[in-house]
């Protein structure tokens, strides 16, 4: 499966619709990630802080109002590259299972910069798959 959902560049948007969840630069393991996520998507307490609850909860955004969200990154979260390629994974999913027609839609923004080592790291995971 081609996974190729993600968007680079700056968030370009002021609409009252949209929900702009921004993950700041610099996030160096899985539980400061969890973490920064949880709180700019406003995850539910049940949250389990681990990549399968990540996937649940992206997947759900239900206690979200708006119907479009996006996931502003700063960077690449320079993780160990193991965690790297999961998150990645997960977030390719995510995006991918929202591409149908639902209540939400999940938007993932990287900066620019790092566009060559996110799909770098994307091919590597679908060579596995």
């Not at 990645?88 to 910069?113: G, I, N, Q």
Request: proline fraction near 6%; include cysteine; aromatic fraction near 10%.
């Amino acid at each position: 499966m081609k996974r190729d959902g993600f968007e680079y560049g700056a968030v370009v948007t002021t609409r009252d619709d949209v929900f702009v969840a921004s993950v700041p630069s610099g996030l160096t393991t899985p539980s400061l990630l969890f973490e920064a996520l949880a709180s700019a998507l406003r995850f539910p307490s049940y949250f389990g802080a681990n990549w399968h609850a990540l996937f649940d909860c992206l997947g759900d955004l239900s206690w979200i109002e708006q119907h479009t969200v996006i996931l502003c990154h700063g960077d690449l979260p320079p993780l160990d590259p193991d965690d790297t390629k999961a998150y990645l994974d997960v977030l390719a999913d995510a995006v991918s299972d929202w591409s149908a027609p639902d209540t939400h839609s999940l938007r993932v923004l990287f900066p620019m910069e790092v566009r060559d080592a996110v799909r770098f790291l994307l091919s590597r995971i679908e060579g596995r798959s």
